[in-house]
């Protein structure tokens, strides 16, 4: 299976998409870790781009290929990047589970991203005017949404286990 958590940086993707991880014990790419362990590696001129989540999709697909469960930590902020976990999940063969995280109560968020401290050394995280110049394009396809400004990140890791014990039936 392959469990996609998207959303802004600072609703809590990370918080809740480690915890399912750890409780399916399935392998937890974040973004966040292989873009930075790119900028540190010096190999590019200028922005990673797109190449963080190419490095990641091919991940996915590597692990999920040899039959583990993957769950993804990424902003997935446009529809090429969403249409590329699809993809990794068709030529699998998996489920593909998108989960879509929010927070949207605007103090609580930015309080959030204002006392945020990396836990990956080098990483600098975005403060709260890049986090709201960010290009977000609305979600079209099927996904479960939190909402982090109501729910506990408890509440919110139960309601995605919830939701892939119903997929099983």
């Known amino acids: 299976m392959l469990i996609v958590f998207s959303g802004l940086p600072g609703t809590g993707k990370t918080t809740i998409s480690r915890e399912v991880a750890r409780r399916r014990q399935a392998m937890h790419l974040r973004i966040d870790v292989i873009e930075q362990a790119i900028r540190n590696a010096g190999v590019l001129a200028g922005e990673v781009g797109t190449a963080g989540y190419a490095v990641a999709n091919a991940l996915a697909e590597a692990n999920l ?16 990047s969403r249409e590329a976990w699809q993809a990794v999940a068709a030529r699998t063969g998996v489920p593909l589970v998108q989960v879509l995280v929010v927070c949207s109560d605007a103090a609580e968020h930015r309080r959030r991203v204002e006392e945020r401290v990396s836990d990956l050394p080098g990483l600098v995280p975005p403060d709260w005017a890049a986090v709201t110049r960010r290009r977000f394009e609305a979600w079209d396809g099927p996904h479960l949404r939190l909402e982090t400004a109501w729910l506990s990140p408890g509440e919110a890791v139960a309601r995605v286990e919830a939701h892939l014990d119903a997929m099983r039936g």
Do not use: I, K, Q, S
Not at 67 to 74: H, M
């Open 65 to 80: 290929a040899a039959g583990l469960t993957v769950v993804a930590d990424c902003v997935n902020p446009v529809r090429e």
